[in-house]
């Protein structure tokens, strides 16, 4: 059972779509699906050189009530930070609470 002061944190859900622009041609926008109370849990981060620069990369857990369309094809917004979902957990399969492994975009 989750308790509800855990979650003390809004995010937004949203959703990869593809529109055409000017030319016909797919442009990929991000769609708000709605807002839901979460708690981010950051569990570790890293330095890696890549594209000669050095870049940074930040993971977490975001805990949510129970939804059933959540798939990793979303991304999480939280203020100007943006989380790209990497894994969907519904711990003990209770249908009560997900458990989101997510990476930061920086």
């Known amino acids: 059972m989750i308790n509800a002061g855990e979650l003390d944190k809004q995010i937004m859900l949203q959703k990869k779509t593809s529109i055409?622009?000017?030319?016909?041609y797919p442009v990929d926008t991000w769609h708000d699906l709605g807002t839901v109370w979460a708690s981010i849990i950051t569990t570790g981060g890293r330095e890696f050189?890549?594209?000669q620069k050095t870049n940074a990369e930040t993971?977490?857990?975001?805990?949510i009530r129970y939804r059933r369309n959540i798939t990793q094809d979303m991304r999480i917004m939280y203020g100007r930070r943006i989380f790209e979902i990497l894994s969907i957990a519904?711990?003990?399969?209770?249908?009560?609470?997900l458990l989101l492994g997510?990476?930061?975009l920086i």
């Open 102 to 104: 997510t990476k930061e």
């Open 20 to 24: 055409p622009d000017g030319d016909g």
């Open 49 to 51: 050189y890549a594209a």
């Open 90 to 97: 519904d711990p003990e399969e209770k249908h009560e609470e």
């Open 59 to 63: 993971t977490a857990v975001i805990k």
